[in-house]
């Protein structure tokens, strides 16, 4: 029979609304953070990083917040447009050389 | 730049035959990942390369696998024999140092009947 997928959590917006999708990473040694936009049929795409000496940074439109405490990452989207429908995934880099660890995944859907 | 480049985009297969996968990384970049992305165990990594050398290969499921990088501007990741749980899409990434941004090609999406 089919085998079960996993199941994305999944955040619905409508556009223009401020985005924030979350992740809990797993490695308190980890000092590298990436969050990446995966569309339909489409390689990640890198969004923005951050280093664990930070606890925020900005870019266009997004901003990703890192609680080494809590060992948690955020990433906010403001003005969410409709070009932004897609899976997000946060990824770590546990101090093992170049090796990046990925999350299971977030669906970004905006509604028009 | 051209980006990662990875072929075919597509791949149907029988099982039992030989898959070989394909990527060219970013010139200049001394680390190439190649990573298995299924519904079921999301995005995995299979083994990364520095400057050509296998570092980690941990995460390659079994002896059918076998992956390799001749020189920095290209690897391989075979499979051989293939069978339908290996369908999935297989993504190759490099990057210019270990802490920085990873660029990842298009994909390959295998399909196993």
């Known amino acids: 029979g089919e085998s079960v997928g996993l199941h994305l959590p999944t955040l619905s917006v409508q556009e223009g609304d401020n985005s924030i999708i979350n992740c809990a990473y797993s490695?308190?040694?980890?000092?590298?953070f990436i969050w990446y936009k995966q569309e339909s049929g489409k390689g990640p795409q890198f969004i923005i990083d951050?280093?664990?000496?930070?606890d925020k940074r900005q870019g266009q439109r997004v901003t990703v917040l890192l609680n080494k405490t809590v060992k948690h990452l955020s990433l906010q989207i403001a003005a969410t447009q409709p070009g932004d429908s897609a899976v997000y995934f946060c990824?770590?880099?546990?101090?093992?050389?170049?090796?990046?660890?990925f999350g299971q995944g977030t669906e970004l859907s905006v509604k028009p | 730049d051209a980006g990662v480049i990875q072929s075919p985009r597509h791949e149907v297969t029988e099982m039992g035959q030989e898959v070989t996968l394909r990527c060219k990384p970013i010139?200049?970049?001394?680390?190439l990942f190649w990573y298995r992305q299924t519904m079921m165990r999301g995005l995995e990594l299979l083994i990364y390369?520095?400057?050509?050398?296998?570092?980690?290969d941990s995460g390659m499921p079994e002896d059918r696998f076998s992956a390799k990088m001749p020189n920095a501007s290209f690897s391989t990741l075979k499979i051989q024999p293939s069978e339908p749980r290996d369908s999935a899409v297989y993504f190759c990434?490099?990057?210019?140092?270990?802490?920085?941004?990873?660029?990842f090609g298009s994909g390959t999406r295998l399909t196993v009947v």
């Open positions: 951050i280093r664990s000496n930070m």
């Open positions: 990824a770590e880099n546990n101090n093992q050389g170049g090796k990046l660890i």
């Open positions: 010139s200049g970049h001394d680390y």
């Open positions: 390369f520095n400057n050509n050398v296998p570092i980690d």
């Open positions: 490695n308190s040694a980890s000092d590298y």
């Open positions: 990434a490099s990057n210019q140092g270990a802490r920085d941004g990873y660029t």
